[in-house]
């Protein structure tokens, strides 16, 4: 079965450290989203990427973090300096625009906890 | 930011219909209702999601009211397994925004 394959699945870091997240989308699929996941905040939008184009990053606090699409097998999320804030579940998710609309195949989601 | 207002817990019977209902009254004409659940702490699953008429697939079914202002996800016959939170999205499609509210916590009890 195709999957979104997100690394790595656990993080412990330190704070200040830089943290880079990836995620390989399912072959083909042209649109790509970073969730945050929190007990707080529940699933939040960070950004999402349309033809390898960031399309909207409003969700993510851009002094710290940046998200990229190297190209279409790779989206990557980075954190710098890393803060306990950040500490959360990452969910990288795609899907196909004129597919089934609507269907977005999640990853099993990169744990973060920032000490 | 979510556009929809769902309960924060539901319980249902092994074996019974669990009806999910979900209020979207600013919904406009080509946003489609979306329904995904989240087992535990995996990554959330589509189950299924409509514009105007009812729509049913192996998992559930949705009816969405004639003015399209809320819907009902409907399991037929809930297990177990189906304990989980049900979120209910609305959105143009995977090529835009697509924002996660609260969700409904499904337990199904034995």
């Known amino acids: 079965d195709a999957r979104v394959t997100q690394t790595p699945r656990h993080k412990v870091t330190e704070m200040g450290q830089e943290v880079t997240m990836r995620c390989q989308p399912i072959?083909?699929?042209?649109?790509v989203f970073w969730y945050r996941q929190t007990m707080m905040q529940g699933l939040e939008l960070l950004a999402y990427?349309?033809?390898?184009?960031?399309?909207?990053d409003s969700g993510m606090p851009k002094d710290r973090f940046s998200a990229e699409m190297p190209d279409a097998t790779l989206a990557t999320l980075k954190i710098q300096p890393s803060e306990p804030r950040d500490s959360a579940v990452y969910f990288c998710a795609s899907g196909l625009v004129g597919g089934r609309a609507g269907e977005l195949f999640f990853g099993e989601g990169s744990r973060l906890t920032v000490l | 930011d979510a556009k929809t207002t769902q309960p924060t817990s539901m319980d249902c019977a092994e074996g019974r219909a669990a009806n999910l209902p979900c209020n979207h009254s600013t919904i406009s004409g080509n946003e489609y209702v979306y329904w995904y659940r989240q087992i535990h702490s995996q990554g959330p699953q589509y189950i299924i999601h409509g514009l105007k008429n009812n729509e049913t697939n192996e998992m559930a079914s949705l009816i969405i009211t004639e003015d399209r202002k809320s819907s009902t996800l409907i399991l037929p016959h809930a297990t177990l397994r189906d304990t989980a939170v049900y979120y209910c999205?609305?959105?143009?499609?995977?090529?835009?925004?697509?924002?996660f509210g609260t969700g409904t916590s499904l337990t199904v009890i034995p």
């Open positions: 990427f349309r033809n390898r184009a960031p399309l909207d």
């Open positions: 072959l083909g699929h042209n649109t």
């Open positions: 999205i609305v959105s143009l499609g995977t090529g835009n925004q697509f924002y």
